[in-house]
């Protein structure tokens, strides 16, 4: 029997992710909207491209966002939570504004947004913002009801999270081989973002030296590598590493490298590395690329033993997890005190991006947060 008051006052839950081309002919149209208002020329995407047409021109992101989508529904059923579900994406279909447009048919005036981005940041949590609101300014023109989204916290230390990496990792030192697994590093990895994007990321008392995006990081690796310890009774050298750099290179971007980490712990004589993807939701293509088959072969190039822990998902502990922060947010909005579940030494975060948290370089209209003009 479902209890809909456990989820009063919302109506229905949003996916919002990036998405991504479903087949060759896609692969430009969709660099062309990712990259929309940069002047960048056709030419020029097709070289990006080639990442995509490697595979196929496909990215399995929207595959994995099908799984999560089930994963989710399964859960929410299982536990009598009768909330839809619904997904919108950035960049390709379904595309956000359809969707809303769709739960505006369906009769839906309070929606809750899970995004695919566990961290603070502006490409990870503002942006997506800014496309809820430039989605919501579509609506309004169309004379379409307009409805109150809200955004769950962002869920990095969620246990339900963290344990899924933790397990992933464990699975990827068995896969190494025997001699070299005891002596193994560990390498996390998250998006490169630029230095003054990571200094201003999380609210503004929170600005300097990396910001929220990386202390947050920092605080996951630390948790995972001390699970890690506990589990295995070896205490393993570990570091924060970064991938998937772009941009123009006089702009400082977070460092080092995860190919540059390699080589440089290859030469001090780590025998093994483990890469663990924690600024990934899911192994989509720049997991796929950029550690699978970039990192790769620059381990094997230097005679490197490594393994790549999975992401975590579709798995059932992090369905769990969003229906918990679901219920946790629903509790909040009715002016109740749930319990916030969070581990390590940062706590759980804001129910509301405060003013000034992330900012972008050029203002621009933001929903779910302190500053939205759609509250």
Not at 49 to 70: A, K, T, W
Not at 317 to 345: I, K, N, T, W, Y
């Amino acid at each position: 029997m479902s209890d809909q008051s456990a989820h009063a006052p919302y109506d229905a839950l949003l996916l919002l992710s990036f998405g991504g081309p479903e087949g060759p002919d896609d692969v430009v149209p969709f660099l062309e909207n990712v990259t929309r208002g940069r002047g960048i020329p056709r030419e020029r995407l097709k070289e990006v491209g080639q990442h995509y047409f490697l595979f196929g021109g496909v990215s399995p992101i929207n595959d994995q966002n099908r799984e999560l989508l089930r994963a989710l529904r399964e859960d929410f059923a299982a536990h009598g939570v009768d909330l839809p579900v619904y997904w919108g994406n950035r960049n390709w279909a379904p595309y956000l504004t359809d969707t809303l447009r769709e739960l505006v048919a369906d009769g839906h005036r309070r929606v809750l947004t899970l995004t695919t981005s566990a961290y603070a940041s502006y490409s990870g949590c503002r942006q997506y913002r800014e496309n809820l609101a430039d989605a919501l300014a579509a609506l309004e023109a169309e004379g379409l009801p307009l409805p109150r989204v809200d955004k769950l916290r962002h869920y990095f230390n969620h246990p339900g999270f963290v344990r899924p990496v933790v397990d992933a990792t464990l699975a990827a030192l068995d896969r190494l081989p025997e001699d070299v697994r005891a002596g193994a590093h560990l390498a996390f990895t998250t998006h490169s973002i630029p230095t003054a994007a990571a200094d201003t990321s999380g609210p503004a008392e929170g600005h300097g030296d990396g910001g929220a995006y990386v202390a947050e990081h920092l605080d996951v690796a630390r948790l995972v590598a001390e699970a890690v310890r506990e589990r295995t009774g070896t205490d393993r050298p570990w570091r924060l590493v970064y991938q998937s750099r772009s941009g123009a290179p006089h702009i400082p971007w977070l460092e080092p490298d995860i190919c540059d980490h390699l080589e440089a712990v290859h030469g001090e004589g780590a025998p093994a590395v483990v890469m663990v993807p924690i600024g990934f939701v899911s192994d989509h293509m720049e997991v796929k690329y950029d550690l699978d088959t970039e990192a790769t072969a620059k381990a094997a190039e230097l005679g490197l033993p490594v393994a790549r822990a999975a992401t975590v998902g579709a798995d059932p502990r992090f369905a769990a997890a969003v229906r918990e922060l679901v219920l946790e947010r629903a509790a909040s909005e009715r002016g109740e005190l749930p319990e916030r579940c969070a581990l390590g030494a940062l706590g759980p975060g804001h129910d509301l991006c405060p003013a000034g948290c992330c900012p972008a370089r050029a203002p621009r209209p933001a929903a779910a947060g302190a500053d939205s003009p759609y509250a």
